[in-house]
């Protein structure tokens, strides 16, 4: 009944007249497919007949798509040499494209008996676990947006944080990516200015172990279970229709959807951890073990496994998933969760790693913007800048100069002034634009930005882990209150102090990227990681939204997508001249004086002056110069202006503060606060 199939077809493929299995698994001796109905119950199993190197693989007639599945795999169950098969285990499918079923976690779901790991659990995992599905594979047509990376707005988001307390969204969409396609969530992310949205894991994932004792809940999803498949929570009876049908929504009003992945992990976790998947076919490839004792697991994740990026069916399956996201699902790009696990050989971090290469130059994947969080906790893990050219990265360093600026730490202008630049000191060394830094000042890690002007303490008792998780150095300020407060002043001071950080990160170079809900005033009221809490915690809380927060985050990205001087995409560095000699990008002191050398030391209160000349791509229709004056000092300054030409005068385009008016060379600038200014061209003068 089951023949030979065909092994170059990783997964379940449906064909002509049934259905083709193959699964990679090196070690194995014996492979049984089991087939279940729509109810998780099994009538069906089969040895799959033929294996074509280290590929088992066979076809069986009239199986067809809806047909749940799982594999058991036979072998040597020898953890001490890292061989871990348990045909009591049913394992997913790695090229599962959907599952089915929720997993129960049971001690049947671990290979060894917890107290004796040695000894292999007899016990049948099955009634507790999802079943893989075979799906119609064909192909999907997707018209990316392919908007450029000088004018992309991030906004990250969860699937479940923005949609389960959206007042306009029904039972049925809350918390699903069909939310997300909802005509009034689409019409608000056009109004701010949105050009992508950042969607946190929506592979299918679980909930670890110690969070189901504790009864919470995964709420960021970095515990993968399956890189194919989307997670069921997200959905109704089909998630795959679900997703694809947010995305088109999506695209038709012309923004993209990025994905961040976690490639670097499973949800298996360590060496007593569950047997799902990838630790019950061929633990050996798919993962690191150490040399020395390859029961265990190099842990340079700190969830307690790492994959095997140099194993060849590991990279394989990686750009396989990139592929199928980015050309059947319509995904437009990827955020790779600690991404120099990707790049890591035995001996560490190389730029120049296989994968990273295979997924920058892989012909499918040429279009898909690629962002790395550059950082892992291995040794050599930090490697902000290290990318190779193709890849943009997350650059923390923006987040914590900006806060520690705004907050009036001392001797921070110069590295402000570089992080406004587009941090050429991290990125131009490998020819990278200004768009390869990814710039935030809050993201789903840590406190949203009303938390980080009203808590200097993370407050994660709802963890249940004492308060000892969390960012413990955050750069934030409560300005005299910890938490919520009626002052009126210290309000007044946040709130001020939220838009400042708004408005830097949307006038730098570079890429800007928004935590959802920062632009109504969200809080997680002290919670700086709130991964545990898919509930009121982590969800946005759009009843209360600070409206005119929102309406100053929008005509902040208004002006910077009307502002090619803040879009360059090159760097400047004051090479070339405009006109009355002013440079294309200028450092000035409050009196108007160039910043030069020592000087730098002693500033606080700086001017940013950018000047448009024949030489800058692109050239400025509007603006022949542009100024950012930021006073972070508590008393208000007199900045000095220049005269850029003979024929304009400055104007105000935004202030954070109150309102002064420009007297012949000069303007007041409130304490904490800044002010931007615009020179017409002549063209454009009024």
Request: proline share 6%; glycine share 8%; net charge negative.
């Amino acid at each position: 009944m089951i023949s030979r199939g065909d092994p170059a077809l990783l997964g379940a493929t449906p064909l002509d007249g049934g259905c083709n299995f193959a699964l990679y698994a090196g070690a194995a001796t014996r492979i049984e497919l089991c087939l279940f109905d729509a109810h998780g119950h099994e009538f069906a199993r089969y040895d799959l007949p033929d294996r074509h190197r280290r590929v088992w693989h066979g076809f069986v007639p009239d199986v067809a798509p809806g047909t749940g599945y799982g594999f058991r795999v036979h072998g040597a169950w020898q953890p001490e040499a890292g061989l871990r098969h348990n045909p009591a285990k049913l394992v997913l499918d790695p090229y599962a494209r959907q599952l089915r079923g929720d997993f129960q976690w049971s001690p049947a779901v671990f290979g060894h008996q917890q107290s004796a790991s040695a000894q292999a659990e007899t016990q049948d995992s099955a009634p507790f676990m999802p079943k893989s599905v075979v799906m119609d594979q064909r192909n999907s047509v997707h018209r990316h947006p392919l908007r450029p990376w000088r004018e992309s707005i991030v906004y990250e988001t969860n699937v479940r944080g923005f949609t389960m307390r959206h007042p306009g969204l029904s039972d049925s969409e809350r918390g699903r990516f069909r939310g997300l396609s909802n005509g009034q969530v689409i019409d608000y992310l056009r109004a701010l200015g949105i050009t992508a949205i950042e969607l946190l894991p929506v592979h299918a994932f679980i909930d670890e172990h110690f969070l189901a004792t504790r009864d919470l809940h995964n709420s960021w999803g970095y515990n993968t279970l399956g890189f194919f498949a989307p997670m069921q929570r997200y959905a109704g009876d089909d998630p795959v229709a679900e997703f694809r049908e947010m995305e088109r929504a999506l695209h038709d009003a012309n923004i993209e959807v990025l994905l961040d992945v976690v490639y670097n992990h499973t949800a298996e976790g360590d060496h007593n951890g569950p047997t799902l998947s990838f630790r019950g076919i061929d633990n050996q490839s798919y993962y690191r073990l150490q040399p020395e004792s390859p029961a265990h697991y190099i842990n340079d994740t700190g969830t307690g496994n790492t994959i095997n990026a140099d194993h060849s069916v590991v990279q394989d399956m990686i750009v396989d998933s990139l592929r199928y996201w980015y050309s059947d699902m319509g995904v437009d790009g990827f955020r790779f969760d600690l991404a120099p696990i990707l790049g890591r050989h035995a001996g560490g971090f190389s730029s120049r790693h296989p994968l990273l290469a295979h997924i920058a130059n892989d012909r499918a994947l040429k279009h898909a913007k690629l962002i790395a969080e550059p950082w892992d906790i291995g040794p050599g893990g930090y490697q902000l800048g290290s990318f190779p050219p193709g890849w943009a990265e997350w650059n923390d360093r923006y987040r914590d100069t900006v806060r520690r600026f705004w907050r009036g730490d001392e001797r921070q202008a110069p590295a402000l002034a570089r992080r406004l630049h587009g941090s050429a000191d991290i990125f131009e060394a490998s020819g990278r634009p200004p768009q390869a830094s990814v710039n935030f000042v809050t993201s789903h890690d840590g406190f949203t930005l009303r938390d980080a002007v009203s808590f200097e303490q993370p407050h994660n008792l709802a963890n249940g882990e004492n308060n000892r998780d969390g960012h413990q150095h955050n750069f934030s300020a409560n300005y005299g209150h910890e938490g919520h407060t009626d002052d009126a002043h210290i309000n007044a001071l946040r709130k001020r102090q939220q838009i400042n950080m708004l408005a830097t990160l949307l006038l730098s170079q570079g890429t800007p990227m928004l935590l959802a809900g920062d632009e109504i005033g969200n809080t997680q009221d002290g919670n700086n990681n709130a991964y545990a809490q898919d509930n009121a915690i982590s969800w946005i809380d759009w009843e209360q939204a600070d409206i005119h927060l929102c309406d100053v985050v929008s005509e902040l990205i208004a002006l910077r997508q009307r502002t090619p001087l803040l879009q360059q995409r090159r760097y400047r560095h004051g090479l070339n001249t405009n006109a009355a000699g002013y440079k294309n990008i200028e450092w000035l002191a409050p009196n108007g004086e160039i910043l030069q050398g020592f000087e730098w030391h002693h500033a606080d209160a700086i001017t940013m002056l950018l000047c448009a000349t024949d030489l800058d791509v692109p050239m400025s229709k509007n603006e022949a110069a542009f100024a950012v004056l930021l006073n972070p000092t508590p008393r208000d300054l007199r900045f000095a202006l220049p005269a850029i030409d003979d024929a304009g005068q400055w104007s105000v385009c935004f202030h954070s503060g109150q309102l002064y008016p420009i007297k012949s060379t000069e303007i007041l600038v409130q304490g904490y606060s800044l002010t931007c200014l615009r020179w017409p061209t002549p063209a454009s003068a009024p």
